[in-house]
């Protein structure tokens, strides 16, 4: 069984930055890739950002060039570094461990609560 708490939300103005980190328990995390979605008030759930156990990365066109995803396997824990927000990026971001390793193409059951993200203008 897998648990995920994310944390590092809040309320930032346009232009600034905000890292989410995502805290798993379990010992499968380190074989899986890992994702970051959001989902903004009636707007489907996005992918924004995925990394693979190989440690490729893959960004959403609307994120990429500011945000990072990055893992630290020693701690169990996926961050998603947020720079340059704009107001367009509120959303409740999630992460997901991944059902595969090298790719997000799939989500697994594990999701954690959520963090919000508030960008102002």
């Known amino acids: 069984q897998v648990q995920l708490v994310e944390s590092g939300g809040g309320l930032v103005q346009a232009g600034g930055s905000l890292r989410l980190s995502c805290a798993a328990s379990?010992?499968?995390?380190?074989?899986?890739?890992m994702g970051w979605y959001r989902q903004a008030p009636g707007k489907q759930r996005e992918l924004v950002a995925c990394l693979t156990i190989s440690g490729r990365t893959d960004y959403a066109d609307s994120v990429k060039g500011r945000f990072t995803i990055s893992r630290d396997n020693a701690k169990n824990t996926v961050y998603l570094q947020m720079n340059s927000l704009k107001p367009e990026d509120t959303a409740v971001y999630y992460c997901n461990l991944g059902y595969y390793r090298y790719s997000c193409s799939r989500e697994s059951d594990y999701w954690g609560q959520g963090t919000q993200v508030t960008v102002s203008s």
């Open positions: 379990g010992s499968i995390f380190n074989g899986y890739a």
